[in-house]
Each structure stands twice: as C-alpha cells, then as structure tokens.
C-alpha cells in the first residue's frame, strides 16, 4: 500500500526546503526526520509540553499539532534558527547559560522559542507576562525561577 | 480533555504503520517493525486544502467520511491517539474569507476560522464584547491560541470549554453552511451533548453573531482548573447591565464542566432584573443555577466539590461583573 504524497515548499530558518511528504506526517517529525533539524524536540506528541514550539508566520505554534502539509507556503522559525549570523549563540540563548535557565535541556529549545517570540512582540516584558508566555511550556528540573530570570535579562540586555 | 491512555498514546509507533515510499524514518520505528516505516502518529488520511468555503462544503459533500480541520489544537491529538480517525480532512485554514471581526451595532459577526490570538488582542472587539477577552485568557496557552480558532472550539463542543461557555451564555448565533444552502442555529440548539453539535457532517461553520450588550454593562469568566490552561474542573461567565441606580436591567450567567453542553440559567438570570444585584440576589441565583446542575465525578473532582464550585464560581463571576458594570 502506498500512500498519496503532496509536494510542500517551507521557508525554515531563511532557507526554501521543497519535500514530498504524506499528508499525516506531523510538522515535528518532518523536522527532526526529514530535514534533521533535531534542536526541535518530541515531547508529548499531543500538545501538552510545548517542547515542540515553533515559529510559524513568526509566532510560536506546537509543531507536533501541525501536519507538514498545513505549512506548506508558510515560514518557519527554529531554535536553529535564533542564533546569530556568526553561529554564536543569541543574546537569549546566552542569557539562559548566565542564569542556569537549564538543565537536562529537553524544554530548552521550545522555552527559547516561546520567550524570542514574546522579546519579538514585547521587548519589556514584565514578570507576568513571561510566564504567560512559557505557559505552555513544561520544565521539570529548573522550577522556572531561573527561566523568567533568562528572559529578564536577555530583555535588559537588548535596551 | 485528553485522555492520556499509554496504549493509545503507543499506538502509532510502529505496529500499524505500513511502509512507505517516503524518505522520512525514525528509528525506533524501523526496529519494530523490521521496515522503514514513517514516524507517523494519524492514521491515513486523504488531505485537501480548501480554497474557498464553497469548495470546503462541496468536499464535504462528496467524501462522507471528511472532516474540517481549522487550528487543529484538539482535532490532531485525537487523531494522533487515534480516537479519531476521518478518511479525509478538508483543510480550511486558508480560507481568508473565514477570518474577519465586523463589529455591528448591537452584535459583531466573527469569521468560524479566525484565530483565538487575534481575537485576544482586538482592542476595538474587547470593548464591545469584553466577555470574549476574558474567557480567551483562560483558553489553552499562547501556542495553542495562536493556531486555535473560535469556530473550531465551538465545533468541537467541549462540555468545559471557555469559548462554547460564552457563546451559550450571550446567546450566540452559528450560521451554518453546505452546498445544499446555509441556516443559523442558537447556541441552545447548536450544542447537543458532549463533543457533539447539531451540525451536519456535510456543514461548515461559517461565523458566528455574538450580541453586544449596550449601555453599563459588566462580564466576567472564571474557572478552576488544575493548572492554568487546562481544561476547566468548574467554569463560570456573568455579563449584566445596570441603570444609572445600579439597579440591574438584564443579566445573564452560566456554567461549564457541569453537564453534557455548557449551561445558560435564563430563568434564574432574569429574577436578577430589577434588583440592586446585591450579594444575597446574586448567592441565591449562584445556588439556585447549581442545583440545577448534574455533573459527574472523576479522578480529579467528585459531584460534589464540582457542584460546590458551580455554586462559588457563578457566584464570583456575577459579583464581577457587577463591579465591572457599575
């Protein structure tokens, strides 16, 4: 048996990626499998942990609630895609190393995602509004103190 | 609303899936199966993307066993623990015609696919219907309302979702569509029972009327869950109007969690006319609408403390809105 493939064009990370893909493989593992952009992770698969966040459009949707055909003409965000022209890592990103906002890491990539998107619409956030930001994403080693820390001071840092 | 079920949850991996001439793998699934099966979680699907409503009701029509896919926030993990599994999903998130806030003169009209976050941050559409901002805070995350439409939690029919809640409590009207014509149902009549609605499978919700309240008029949502974003245990919407006294000209409340649809207490709502909406009026209608309820119990809350909260809660939302009104 084999199944019906549709041709997708996706914009990720600034780079035009053309694919053949079946109308059920979900927006995750198109990127993970496909494209072996694996900073993007696999939680849940079923839109609990928010590990699996990306830019859709540039803003953050769960990629495992999105099957590869819906991004078909749309742009993509990764957490590949946040760092700097040179390679280094983000004011963000960065700022996460400074205040221990990880640890196992497993959330990280969807807590940047979801945290860049928030500096992108608000560069001023307040406390309340970070952690309604990272609302819907799931951290089990950090406790989240250190994570509204990190985009605090990546917010600080950006003035 | 999810039932995390390990044996569902497991299902897609591997033991079902057939190989395919796709170049996507993952390994664990190759290994169980001894082929290179894709990393799929949905069952096989047909897959359209609609250009327009009328081509989305046509591909409804002709393909019995289609569903509408709009944001997708509780459609795909259905279909990824296959409880769900449509032969074809006919995709209508393109469709720019269904994504629009009118605002009229004693209602707005709100296009079925217009996303939840755009709703969130209307400032226009927060002041004439404040009671749709409120009950948006309390719907998922902001990942999910990015994608999330009105149209398609109300389609979905969750007996404790927010928007459904609101819409049943402000007397929302749903215009229906197929290739055979369009009709408008009330929310009374368009919610049927749990996860069900009274549309046809061959219908597409098109958009929906909410009425606007004018003059002094106050809302208020509020609702226990057992971490913010989740579906509710308990939730609880007032919206009322007032004279230039305080005293109450119209109001309206209602309940999710509690029952098969969202509840609305019309009856027990308009012996809050007349009245200063003072706390014994409005704790004699929070007791009254939750005696009428019938909920029932599960890991997370029995009868009892739910009806409990129906009571507290229909309480706290109309004192709320009464402040907010005067």
Redesign the interface.
């Known amino acids: 048996m084999s199944e019906k493939l549709h041709p997708v064009t996706i914009e990720v990370n600034g780079v035009r990626r053309e694919a053949q893909v079946p109308a059920r493989l979900s927006l995750v593992d198109f990127l993970r499998d496909e494209l072996r952009l694996t900073g993007t992770h696999v939680g849940c698969e079923h839109g609990i942990c928010g590990a699996c966040s990306v830019m859709l459009d540039g803003e953050p949707v769960r990629s495992c609630l999105m099957y590869t055909v819906q991004a078909d003409g749309h742009k993509l965000t990764t957490v590949e895609g946040l760092v700097q022209a040179d390679g280094s890592l983000s004011v963000l990103q960065d700022s996460f190393c400074e205040t221990h906002g990880l640890q196992c890491g497993y959330c990280t990539s969807g807590m940047l995602i979801a945290a860049q998107a928030l500096l992108n619409a608000n560069p001023d956030p307040s406390e309340a509004q970070i952690r309604e930001a990272i609302g819907g994403n799931l951290c089990r080693c950090t406790g989240y103190q250190q994570i509204v820390e990190a985009v605090r001071l990546a917010a600080e840092r950006m003035k | 609303m ?1 039932d995390e079920n390990p044996a569902l ?1 497991g299902a897609g991996k591997g033991a079902h899936a ?1 190989p ?7 390994l664990l699934a190759s290994f169980h199966s001894g082929t290179h099966a ?10 359209a ?1 609609a250009g327009s409503l009328a081509e989305a009701c046509e591909l409804l029509a002709r393909h019995g066993d289609a569903k509408l ?1 709009a944001g ?2 509780s459609l ?2 259905m ?3 296959r409880l769900v599994r449509p032969a074809f ?1 006919v ?1 209508i ?1 393109e469709i720019a015609a269904l994504k629009f806030v009118k605002p009229e003169k004693d209602s707005v009209r709100i296009g079925a696919c217009t996303r939840q ?1 755009t709703l969130e941050r209307d400032e226009a559409l927060a002041a004439k219907l404040p009671l749709l901002r409120q009950a948006l805070a309390w719907v ?5 309302r ?2 999330g439409t009105v149209g398609g939690s109300l389609a979905h029919a969750d007996p404790s979702a927010e928007l459904p809640l609101a819409a049943q409590v402000l007397g929302a009207k749903m215009v229906l569509r197929s290739s055979k014509g369009s009709r408008t149902l009330e929310a009374g009549k368009f919610f049927s029972g749990p996860m069900a609605t009274a549309m046809r499978a061959d219908e597409c919700l098109q958009e929906i009327h909410w009425p606007a309240w004018n003059g002094r008029t106050g809302s208020a949502f509020t609702e226990i869950a057992i971490r ?2 989740d579906f509710a245990m308990v939730a609880a919407c007032a919206q009322v109007s007032v004279d230039a006294d305080g005293r109450c000209t119209r109001a309206a409340f209602g309940l999710g969690g509690v029952a098969g649809t969202p509840l609305a207490f019309p009856k027990i709502a308009a012996r809050l006319a007349g009245t200063k909406l003072e706390d014994a009026a409005i704790d004699a209608a929070a007791a009254g609408a939750a005696a009428e309820t019938d909920p029932g119990s599960d890991l997370h809350a029995t009868r009892e403390y739910r009806r409990h909260l129906a009571r507290v809660l229909a309480g706290r939302a109309l004192r709320e809105a009464r402040e907010r009104a005067s």
């Open positions: 999810i949850v057939a395919l001439p796709c170049v996507s793998f993952r894709p990393a799929v979680k949905s069952a096989p699907f047909e897959y993307r896919i997708g926030q795909v993990p279909m990824a623990m999903l995709d998130n976050c998922g995350h902001a990942q999910t990015n994608r913010h974003g």
